[in-house]
């Protein structure tokens, strides 16, 4: 399992004791998606990772009430690649561009904030092997993502920069001491450790 997977593997098991926390990381996680839409009566959304996709139905069924269901299917040309596409019936009022799951207005609090960034990580988010070098990127859709996640990130001292990369903006973090702190925020505890200790190791190394 590479690093960046086993980070995500331990981010679906993070406990989440307010109902405000999981909307908070549902809503980041809908909105993060590259073919995040809503539809006339219901939600859609696909991700290529299982761990992810039960993760959102977890939290669309616990946090929102709302019946799910999840179609697997391949992509074009990666016929090895399965895409999972999470569909939920809609609610009136909870609609994820509505009042139940409105960007920035359920992030105010400090949890919140965490499982937002969480929820981000978990949609459009990869971190490399600390084996290999310090890096860790979210890949999103609109400059407006990047802006209010970036700000996020900034409250928690990770000063991470933009760049547009064929289509996409790159909010992109390269420092060591910042990676940290992003699993530590997101309550990647395993992993963090995993890091600390590579750190530790590569210091006494050069020593």
Not at 62 to 70: D, M, N, P, V
Request: include cysteine; hydrophobic fraction near 40%; proline fraction near 1%.
């Amino acid at each position: 399992m590479v690093f960046s997977e086993r980070v995500k593997e331990e981010l679906v098991h993070v406990h989440l004791g307010n109902s405000c926390c999981g909307r908070s990381e549902l809503s980041a996680l809908i909105w993060s998606l590259a073919n995040s839409k809503s539809l006339r009566g219901h939600i859609e959304f696909s991700t290529e990772e299982p761990v992810v996709a039960r993760r959102a139905v977890m939290l669309l069924r616990r946090f929102l009430g709302l019946e799910t269901s999840i179609e697997v299917s391949h992509k074009i040309h990666l016929k090895k690649t399965k895409l999972y596409t999470i569909r939920a019936a809609e609610r009136e009022g909870l609609d994820y561009e509505g009042q139940a799951l409105e960007v920035p207005a359920i992030v105010k609090r400090r949890c919140c904030q965490r499982a937002y960034i969480r929820g981000a990580f978990l949609g459009r988010g990869y971190v490399a092997d600390p084996e290999r070098g310090y890096h860790a990127e979210f890949s999103l859709n609109e400059a407006a993502q990047a802006e209010h996640l970036g700000s996020l990130l900034r409250a928690f001292g990770i000063q991470g920069k933009r760049v547009l990369h064929k289509g996409k903006h790159i909010l992109y973090i390269k420092e060591a001491e910042e990676i940290a702190e992003l699993l530590r925020v997101m309550g990647a505890h395993s992993s963090l450790l995993h890091l600390e200790n590579l750190r530790v190791v590569r210091g006494l190394r050069n020593e």
